[in-house]
T-cell receptor, first 113, second 114 residues
Framework: SQQGEEDPQALSIQEGENATMNCSYK?????LQWYRQNSGRGLVHLIL?????REKHSGRLRVTLDTSKKSSSLLITASRAADTASYFC?????????????FGTGTRLQVTL | NAGVTQTPKFQVLKTGQSMTLQCAQD?????MYWYRQDPGMGLRLIYY???????DKGEVPNGYNVSRLNKREFSLRLESAAPSQTSVYFC?????????????FGPGTRLTVT
């Protein structure tokens, strides 16, 4: 079953605007990760936030995590056409040396000039 | 470094045929994973290998087998392909870095079963 559900399913914005994507999940987690997938390509890791963290920044990315509401958001500021991609949240449960990720259904972001 | 490589990139099979998808990583990672991605869905875990010599089932293991050949290589086998196995298959790997286990993905294999 899909642990994470993303909202919205699709988002279209103009270059320079901010894009916000939300993710909800169902069970307890060790951390939550966001990945980007360009069309026809593999996934690329963007940022990881641990269960005891509330906010994290990386360049133009800002991630928040609310474990009481079992939700996370990804904000991309000053978007660019190159940000056009699908974005997935993934919840992680660590089992010794392996981390099992459960992915959401993704948000398709379109950034137009 | 090539990262995670997968072969083949594309494959068309007839129902009942078998094939093996190959995956290799050159990052000296302990753990490797196989996922499938169907249209409009996120990735679903088929099998994973926490370390060399171990494999475990994921969310959707039926119809698949895996082999962790060595630390670098992790293969996925379809013994008797079915149309329901038409999908894009991704291999990934991860290293132990404290409790932060980001995964690195290969480019995918697009499989069609007719």
């Amino acid at each position: 079953s899909q642990q994470g559900e993303e909202d919205p399913q699709a988002l279209s914005i103009q270059e320079g605007e901010n894009a916000t994507m939300n993710c909800s999940y169902k069970t307890s987690i060790n951390n939550l990760q966001w990945y980007r997938q360009n069309s026809g390509r593999g996934l690329v890791h963007l940022i990881l936030i641990r269960s005891n963290e509330r906010e994290k920044h990386s360049g133009r990315l800002r991630v928040t995590l609310d474990t009481s509401k079992k939700s996370s958001s990804l904000l991309i500021t000053a978007s660019r056409a190159a940000d056009t991609a699908s974005y997935f949240c993934a919840t992680a449960r660590n089992t010794g040396t392996a981390s099992k990720l459960t992915f959401g259904t993704g948000t398709r972001l379109q950034v137009t000039l | 470094n090539a990262g995670v490589t997968q072969t083949p990139k594309f494959q068309v099979l007839k129902t009942g045929q078998s094939m093996t998808l190959q995956c290799a990583q050159d990052m000296n990672h302990n753990s490797m994973y196989w996922y499938r991605q169907d249209p409009g869905m996120g990735l679903r875990l088929i099998y994973y290998s926490a370390s060399e010599g171990t494999t475990d089932k994921g969310e959707v293991p039926n119809g698949y087998n895996v082999s962790r050949l060595n630390k670098r290589e992790f293969s996925l086998r379809l013994e008797s392909a079915a149309p329901s196995q038409t999908s894009v298959y991704f291999c990934a790997s991860s290293a132990r870095t404290g409790i932060s286990y980001e995964q690195y993905f290969g480019p995918g294999t697009r499989l069609t079963v007719t």
